[in-house]
C-alpha cells in the first residue's frame, strides 16, 4: 500500500483577506501547516497569522516576511496571489493603467519571490506558487495589462527554476479560469451565462477548487513539478 508524507510548513500567501488568497490560507490551515497572510485591510482566515503588506512596496514586504519569520519560522512556501485589474481597451488604456497592474501583479510577484528565496536557498527547500490567469497565455479583449503581468508570470517561473532548481526549490505557475470571487458575481446573469457556454466545465470554479490545487503543488507529493503551468479553468484554456 502506498502511503503518502505530509510536512507541516511555515506559508505565507499575499493578499490572503478576502477571495482566492483567503480559500487558499483555509485550505493550508485545514491541512496543518503554519500559515501567514498579507493584507493591506482586513484579515485572514482562522488560524492565520496576518501581517501588513502592499506588494508595490519592497520595504513593507521586508518587514512583513521579517515578522512572519520571528512567528512561525523561515517561510517554506510562498503563494503570489495579490492581484488587481483595470481593464479597458488598448485606445484608451493609459500607461499609467499599464504600469500600475504591472506593477502589482508581475513586479509585486518578483518582490516576493526574491525575499523569500533568501531563507529557501538557506534552507534548501522551497515552493514557490504564483497565481496567474487562463488570460495569460489566452489573451483578452481589454485586459492588455492584465494578461501581460500574468503571460510574465510563467517567464518569471520559469527562470526562477532554472536559477534555483538544483537547490530543491520549485517555482510554478496556476492559471485559474473563471471563479466565483466578488468580481465575477458582479457580472450581469446574461454575461456569466454567454462565458458559461464557452467553458467546457459548462461552469466557474469555486475558490476551494483553485486553493486544492496550490496546496498540492506544495505537498511533497509535486517536489519534481517545476516550471509548470497548471491550469483550473474547467477546459478554457485546453491545458494552454
Ligand atoms: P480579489 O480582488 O478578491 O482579491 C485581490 C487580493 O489582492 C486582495 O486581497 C487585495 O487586497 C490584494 N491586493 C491587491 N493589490 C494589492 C497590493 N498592492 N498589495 C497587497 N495586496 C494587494 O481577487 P481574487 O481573489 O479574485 O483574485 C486573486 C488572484 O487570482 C489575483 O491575482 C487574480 O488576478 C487571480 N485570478 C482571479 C480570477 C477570478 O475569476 N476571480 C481568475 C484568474 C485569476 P485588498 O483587499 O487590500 O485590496
Known sequence: MSTTTFTPRTVLITGGNRGIGYAIASEFVAQGHRVAVTARSGEGPAGTLTVRADVTDSASIDAAFTEVEAALGPVEVVVAN?????????????????????DANLT?????VKRSSKGMLKARFGRIILISSVVGLYGSAGQV?????????????RSVTRELGARGITANVVAPGFIETEMTAELSDALQTEYKKSIPAGRFATPTEVARVVTWLA???AAYISGAVIPVDGGLGMGH
Do not use: P
Request: no cysteine; aromatic share 8%; proline share 0%.
Open 108 to 112: 509585486g510577484a518578483f518582490r516576493v
Open 82 to 102: 495579490a492581484g488587481i485589474t483595470r481593464d479597458t481597451l488598448l485606445m484608451r488604456m493609459s500607461e499609467t493603467d499599464f504600469t500600475a497592474v504591472i
Open 145 to 157: 495589462n492584465y494578461s501581460s503581468s500574468k503571460a510574465g508570470l510563467v517567464g518569471l517561473a
Open 219 to 221: 505537498s511533497d507529493d
